[in-house]
Nanobody, 124 residues
Framework: LQIVESGGGLVQPGGSLRLSCAASGFILEYHPIGWFRQAPGKEREGVSCISRTGLTLNYLHSVKGRFTISRDSAKNTVYLQMDSLHPEDTAIYYC??????????????????WGQGTQVTVSS
């Protein structure tokens, strides 16, 4: 079971990035997939999650209307589209999953498999 994030980088405020979470060794759509982020000196926080049924949840008020989670089952990949980025969105973004019989959650401790993370830096 492997998860690999990609798509991070340096972007100016107001810009966009699309993060990808590619899975191997398991069928991604059968599991809840969460995006988390961790800024320097801060705790890891849940950003968004997509359930097995396709229900999408955004956990941060600061990203509602700007971040969109989606899934491409054919590519076994989950995406996080991030628009109107703010400097406060700077963090390492992680993708994670938990066993299929569980639901989405914003608690990182509930997720058992993690990718290595991808750095997102929003700066002029």
């Amino acid at each position: 079971l492997q998860i690999v994030e990609s798509g991070g980088g340096l972007v100016q405020p107001g810009g966009s990035l699309r993060l990808s979470c590619a899975a191997s060794g398991f069928i991604l759509e059968y599991h809840p997939i969460g995006w988390f982020r961790q800024a320097p000196g801060k705790e890891r926080e849940g950003v968004s999650c997509i359930s097995r049924t396709g229900l999408t949840l955004n956990y941060l008020h600061s990203v509602k209307g700007r971040f969109t989670i989606s899934r491409d089952s054919a590519k076994n990949t989950v995406y996080l589209q991030m628009d109107s980025l703010h400097p406060e969105d700077t963090a390492i973004y992680y993708c994670a999953t938990r066993p299929a019989y569980y639901s989405c959650s914003n608690y990182s401790s509930y997720f058992t498999s993690w990718g290595q993370g991808t750095q997102v830096t929003v700066s002029s």
